[in-house]
């Protein structure tokens, strides 16, 4: 069983920059990967980006590319989603979960532990 917890949503204005972070506690043996998720007002939840534990293999989608990064601090079980140049539709509810094979970790049915998620909401 694993807990996870997303922390550093808030309120910024456009071009501004948050750091999410993801800490993951409990049998934390049980994962290959953490990736972030978002889910826009009225929209489906999707993939943003992926880190693997044991070497930081990372992939970033392309709409966020240059903008967002994503980096991990092992020792902490903390993953973290760097945000910069914020736009109002990276405007959205993200998450962090865990999951059991990287190749997995676009896809919402190959996570195994979720976070509640964290609100960003990009407006001035």
């Known amino acids: 069983q694993l807990q996870v917890v997303e922390s550093g949503g808030g309120l910024v204005q456009p071009g501004g920059s948050l750091r999410l972070s993801c800490t993951v506690s409990g049998f934390t043996l049980d994962y290959d990967a953490i990736g972030w998720f978002r889910r826009a007002p009225g929209k489906e939840r999707e993939g943003v980006a992926c880190?693997?534990?044991?070497?930081?293999?990372?992939y970033i989608k392309n709409f966020v590319k240059g903008r967002f990064t994503i980096s991990q601090d092992n020792a902490k079980n903390t993953v973290y989603l760097q945000m910069n140049n914020l736009k109002p539709e990276d405007t959205a509810t993200y998450y962090c979960?865990?999951?059991?094979?990287?190749?997995?970790?676009?896809?919402?049915?190959?996570?195994?532990?979720w976070g509640e998620g964290t609100l960003v909401t990009v407006s001035s």
């Open positions: 979960a865990t999951t059991r094979d990287y190749g997995l970790c676009d896809y919402t049915y190959g996570m195994n532990y």
């Open positions: 880190i693997r534990k044991n070497d930081g293999a990372t």
